[in-house]
C-alpha cells in the first residue's frame, strides 16, 4: 500500500522538533463525537437493536478509515525515516507473542479501555466486535480481509496489546511490557521503541478519568 505523501506531510510534516512526543500522531478530535454515539448505541444494542444500527450508519466511518490508511498507519515508518531508523528495523521484525483473550481482557480493564499512547477510546478486539455486529443485525462491521474493506469504526477502534520494548529488542509477555493499543498506534509504531520514534513512553492508566466507557460492552456487562 502505497504511502499518501500528501497527507503525511500536512500532519506530521518532516521535522523531528515539532513532533509530538506523548504518541505518534494525534487523533482528529472530532472523532471524539463519533464514539459518544458508538457509546450510545451500544447502550441500546439489546433493546432497541434497530436504533443502534442506525447510530452506527450514520457514523463519518470514511474520515475514520482515511485517517487510519493514509496517516496513521505510516506515522512511525514516517518518523522513523527521518531519523535514519527504517532499514536497520527492517532487517528484524522478531515473532509477536501471543496473548490469551482472558488476559486481553484484564489489561483492556486495567487500561480503562484506552490506548495509552493516544488516549483514544476503544472497542476492544474482535470478539467484541462480533458480539456487537451479531447484537445489531451489522455483519458489515467484522467484514473485510484489506484495510479499504473493513469499516472504519473497525479499523479506528479496534484494540490490541502492544509491546512497549518490542519483541525484536527482546521485549517479553509481562504485563508490565504490555500496554493496551488501537490499530493506529500498533501499526504505526510497528517494531520500533518508543526511544527510537521520540516518544516519551505509555500514559499513565491512573491519571485518565474513570467514566462509563468499556467498550462495545454494556455498562451491566451484558
Known amino acids: 500500500m502505497p504511502k499518501n505523501e500528501t497527507r503525511l506531510h500536512e500532519v506530521l510534516g518532516t521535522n523531528p522538533a515539532v513532533w509530538n512526543n506523548n504518541c505518534l500522531v494525534p487523533y482528529p478530535r472530532e472523532f471524539d463525537k463519533q464514539i459518544d454515539l458508538v457509546a450510545e448505541a451500544v447502550q441500546i444494542a439489546q433493546s432497541n437493536p434497530a436504533k443502534a444500527k442506525a447510530i452506527v450508519q450514520s457514523l463519518d466511518i470514511e474520515s475514520m478509515k482515511r485517517w487510519f490508511i493514509d496517516v496513521a498507519l505510516w506515522s512511525g515508518a514516517w518518523r522513523a525515516e ?57 455483519p458489515e462491521l467484522i467484514a473485510g480481509r484489506t484495510d479499504e474493506s473493513r469499516h472504519g469504526l473497525y479499523l479506528m477502534l479496534m484494540a490490541s496489546y502492544d509491546h512497549v520494548k518490542p519483541v525484536n529488542q527482546e521485549g517479553t509477555n509481562d504485563s508490565t511490557n504490555l500496554v493496551t493499543a488501537c490499530w493506529c498506534c500498533q501499526f504505526g509504531k510497528y517494531k520500533f521503541s518508543l526511544d527510537e520514534l521520540g516518544l516519551i513512553g505509555p500514559i499513565d492508566p491512573e491519571l485518565v478519568k474513570s467514566d462509563s466507557w468499556v467498550g462495545l460492552n454494556s455498562k451491566s456487562g451484558k
Open 82 to 138: 527521518r531519523v535514519g531508523l527504517h532499514e536497520k528495523r527492517m532487517k528484524s521484525l522478531g515473532i509477536r507473542k501471543i496473548v490469551s483473550q482472558k488476559k486481553l481482557d484484564d489489561l483492556f480493564a486495567r487500561d480503562k479501555w484506552r490506548c495509552r499512547y493516544c488516549g483514544i477510546r476503544v472497542a476492544g478486539n474482535r470478539k467484541h466486535f462480533k458480539k456487537f455486529a451479531n447484537a445489531i443485525g451489522m
